[in-house]
C-alpha cells in the first residue's frame, strides 16, 4: 500500500488543522490505519488509529478531546482533525497502514508508511 500525506503546515496555537493520507496500490481489500508524529531526536509517537471499518478509534492521552481521526472507505483516505493545537505538538505527522484489520498504538504493527507532513504551531 502507498500511502500520501498531505494537509500539513503553519497554525497559531489553538488553532486546527485537518491532515488527510490517500491509500492506493496493495492488494489488502481492509486494513487499521493510524497516525503517528516524530520530532528530531526523539521516536516516533503514537497519536490516533482507527480500525477497518472506521467504526473503532484509538487515541493517545494527550490528544484525546481535540483530534478526530476518521476515514472514508470510498476514497482510501483517512483524516486527522486536529483541534486547540499547541506549540509542543509541532512535529512531522505520518500517516500508517497496518496488514491486520484491528486499530493500534504500536508503531510495529505498521508496515506501510506515507512521507510524512510537517505541521508547525507557533506560540
Known amino acids: 500500500v502507498q500511502l500520501q500525506a498531505s494537509g500539513g503546515g503553519l497554525v497559531q496555537a489553538g488553532g486546527s488543522l485537518k491532515l488527510s493520507c490517500a491509500a492506493s496500490?496493495?492488494?489488502?481489500?481492509?486494513?487499521?490505519m493510524g497516525w503517528f508524529r516524530q520530532t528530531p531526536g526523539k521516536e516516533r509517537e503514537f497519536v490516533a488509529a482507527?480500525?477497518?471499518?472506521?467504526?473503532?478509534?484509538y487515541y493517545s492521552g494527550p490528544v484525546k478531546g481535540r483530534f478526530t481521526i476518521s476515514r472514508d472507505s470510498a476514497e482510501n483516505t483517512i483524516y486527522l482533525q486536529m483541534n486547540s493545537l499547541k506549540p509542543e505538538e509541532t512535529a512531522v505527522y505520518y500517516c500508517?497502514?497496518?496488514?491486520?484489520?484491528?486499530?493500534?498504538?504500536?508503531?510495529?504493527?505498521?508496515?506501510?508508511w506515507g512521507q510524512g507532513t510537517q505541521v508547525t504551531v507557533s506560540s
Open positions: 482507527i480500525n477497518w471499518s472506521g467504526g473503532v478509534t
Open positions: 496500490g496493495g492488494t489488502r481489500s481492509s486494513y487499521a
Open positions: 500508517a497502514a497496518s496488514p491486520g484489520v484491528t486499530a493500534s498504538s504500536r508503531v510495529w504493527d505498521y508496515d506501510s
